[in-house]
């Protein structure tokens, strides 16, 4: 019997069982505050039911997961360590000549498939659970309980098809009231040539997008050099969907990681820039390498063998406060990675690099000592 695997299997279901512990744990504390203020935001609104509150305070801890997500594996990996430090298993593990990196290669491994599982699993469901959260919030605001998609600000949309003709898409107002088609009023379409000159035009009062069909109301189309016409009803065919609708009015962090590098593709082929888009996929393919990176800073603060006293809440202390400056520092790197002033790869990667390297050289002196 491989004793390797069996201490293996151990440790690794132990760091498992306390990350969906203490996952659980904060998830609970979360909703508890999101079901107060949601309640507040209700109070006295005979139109709102306890489900649709319900809904409102559930939909909405999604984001907040994803922040706190790879804290909650330091966190969880840090009570693994302690546990195993103070019950003196790690020195045993330690005697028979694991070395630290042979120990933690498991747990790595393990935290790398939750890594994955999250954006692969759970991020297109907090996508979709996000979105939901900012209809069931207009419905809130609009009571209007059939309200799914709706803009005042307008539509501003641009396209370029297979056979090279750009389009720019306007529209006043719209509004979903299914999942089927969105209605826009003062819709304007404009074809334009390779040179940016305008080819064509319709204006129309009332349009419908049905599938990948605009269907205008009281068009007039004009061309240059031609008469107007005036039609009743017109079918425009186009490659955009209500998904590429809804797509433009939701940050990137409400897209699911599978839909990403279609959006991305569709702006860059439009001319717009799909920057905070590629970043965000980017980070999302990441990830799984950030959760290990937190795993190591975790065993260079947690992994001794011996923690007695006032030693342990240092070293708590003292990780915490780095995990934290580590993601104060990650978000001034994104932002300047957002605002153009470093490449996109290098804004999103860098963190993650810096931890790897730091963690690395002090457990590498760690296991020397």
Known sequence: ????????RYITRQLVVNFFLVLFTILGIILMFDTIEALRRVSGREDISFWFTVQYAV???????????????????MITFWRLSKNNEFVIIRSTGVSI????????????????????LFNPVAAKMFEWHEVLSYRLQ???????????KGLWIRETDDAGRILLIQAKGLRQDDDKSVWMRDVTITELDENSQIKKSYNASFATLDGNIFRLKDVKIMINGEPVQTLSDYAYETTIDVQRIKDNFIDPEAISFWRLPDTISFYEKSGFSARLHRMRFLNLLISPLL??????????????????????????????????????????????GVNGYI???????????IIWLISTSLLIQSDEV
């Open 1 to 8: 019997m491989n004793l390797f695997a069996i201490l293996s």
């Open 59 to 77: 939909t909405r801890i999604t984001k907040t997961v994803e922040i706190v997500f790879p804290f909650v594996l330091m966190v969880a990996a």
């Open 101 to 120: 990196f042979g120990f933690l290669k498991p747990l790595m491994v393990a935290t790398f498939i939750l890594g994955v599982a999250n954006v692969a």
């Open 142 to 152: 609009s009571h209007n309980p059939n309200a799914v998609l709706f803009s005042s």
């Open 291 to 336: 959760l290990v990176g937190m795993l190591m800073l975790a065993a260079v603060f947690m992994l001794q063998n011996t923690l007695r006293g006032s030693a342990i809440m240092w070293r708590v202390v003292i990780s915490i406060v780095t995990g934290f400056s580590f993601y104060f520092l990650s978000q001034v790197v994104y932002a300047f």
């Open 343 to 353: 490449p996109v790869w290098l804004s999103v990667t860098a963190p993650t690099l």
